[in-house]
């Protein structure tokens, strides 16, 4: 036979060898991996996508199981959604691990998963949603309750878990009898959670986990909090930092010390324009940033317009609105007024009238009430003035 020949049937012949054993050595790992990773603080959407990065890769491994450790008091109800909906499509196991607390977005995610357990002294439940502001939690609107317990019972049900004891972790107004009652909310210990079939076993690590259901043995692939994560842990709650009314009431008050620097009688009103949005969205009347910037907008051009001449004729003098004074200092200069408040030498609490305004006054003498003295200069909105020689 010819050499090329020979070639061919030896390729033939060993292809298949080597064929069966790669698929071998891959069927062998075939659901051999259990994915491992852990939600913990704040359910945000950065967590989100860590999740499903998580997700993808343990399904594309084809692993047999994923296991979620829980540790949260909750967070955004959109970030939770999404890993809910990764859940509840996944054709892999999983298991939610509630070590300490599952509350609200927490309880949507475990219920999410095939199978619950939980550590001694773990609770879950509590997933009314809330409106999130500096001061304090303000109940959401009914229409989104009502979602979110259908969102929590479709779950659960889904999940195998009992659909009527996820929608009392929700609606206050539903009864179960010697479950909870009406006007309260349902949060679940460890021991309570077992028995009314939500969660399946109390373990107290995740190797009695791994006994539980028989998964000793199998790699573990440990996907831990990423980096940016951590750093998220170390920065302030998200509520504080980027809570609108928060913001909008350091804006208002950045705005009006800018008044005392640059004065103008201009800034003080748009100061003001912010507070107002801040009252706003405190009392959840203003949600969306188009709404907000629209109030800021009307608020603070309305206050220009209808109060600045007043203001400014009143604490700054009469003077026209585009007048420049340190260009008109000819018209002061040399000017008799009234002392109002005694005018001491370094100090800014002096107060002269001029033009039926009151100024605020600074010399280099003391000048008593009732006394008349002379303006010399003119610093911005203040009158430099000495005491008028007698005769």
């Known amino acids: 036979l010819h050499l090329k020949t020979i070639s061919t049937l030896v390729i033939l012949t060993l292809f298949p060898l080597f064929h069966g054993a790669y698929h071998g050595h891959a069927a062998n790992d075939d659901g051999r ?28 491994a084809n692993a047999k199981v994923l296991i979620l450790e829980i540790d949260t008091f909750g967070g955004r109800l959109d970030a939770a959604v999404r890993i809910k909906d990764k859940l509840v499509d996944t054709k892999i ?43 304090k939690e303000k109940p959401t609107s009914e229409k989104v309750i009502s979602y979110f317990m259908k969102e929590m019972k479709s779950t659960a049900e889904a999940g195998g878990h009992p659909g009527n004891i996820a929608a009392a ?91 005392f620097v640059v004065p103008g009688v201009i800034l003080v009103f748009f100061g003001i324009g912010a507070w107002a949005v801040a009252v706003t969205t405190y009392f959840g009347l203003a949600a969306s940033s ?69 100024w605020r006054a600074v010399s280099d003498e003391h000048i008593k009430k009732s006394e008349i003295a002379i303006i010399t200069g003119v610093d911005g909105i203040t009158l430099n003035v000495r005491k008028k020689e007698e005769g």
């Not at 298991?95 to 609200?104: E, L, T, Y």
């Not at 109030?295 to 026209?320: D, E």
């Open 169 to 259: 972790m929700v609606d206050p107004d539903l009864q179960i009898a010697g479950v909870v009652e009406k006007g309260k909310l349902l949060t679940l210990t460890t021991k309570e959670a077992i028995r009314l079939k939500v969660a399946e076993y109390e373990v107290q690590d995740l190797a009695e986990l791994y006994h539980k259901f028989q998964l000793e043995g199998l790699a573990i692939e440990n996907r831990p909090i990423p980096w940016t994560e951590k750093v998220a842990e170390l920065m302030p709650d998200q509520k504080t930092v980027f809570n609108p009314t928060l913001i909008w009431f350091l804006l208002g008050l950045a705005l009006i010390f800018l008044e």
């Open 33 to 60: 991996k259990i994915y491992y990773t852990l939600l913990r603080g704040t359910i945000n959407n950065n967590l989100a996508d860590d999740f499903e990065g998580v997700l993808k890769e343990a399904e594309k």
């Open 93 to 135: 196991n999983t298991i939610a691990f509630v070590n300490k607390k599952a509350i609200s977005a927490g309880a949507l995610i475990s219920l999410a998963t095939k199978h619950i357990v939980m550590a001694p002294g773990s609770t879950i439940g509590a997933a009314t949603p809330v409106n999130l502001t500096y001061w």
């Open 290 to 358: 188009q709404s907000q910037l629209l109030l800021f907008a009307v608020a603070s051009i309305l206050l220009l317009v209808v109060l600045r001449k007043w203001i400014k004729g009143k604490f700054y003098g009469h003077v026209g609105d585009v007048q420049d004074l340190t260009k008109n200092i000819d018209e002061f200069t040399g000017q008799s007024v009234v002392v109002l408040q005694d005018v001491i030498p370094n100090k800014m609490e002096g107060a002269v009238e001029f033009k039926g305004a009151r």
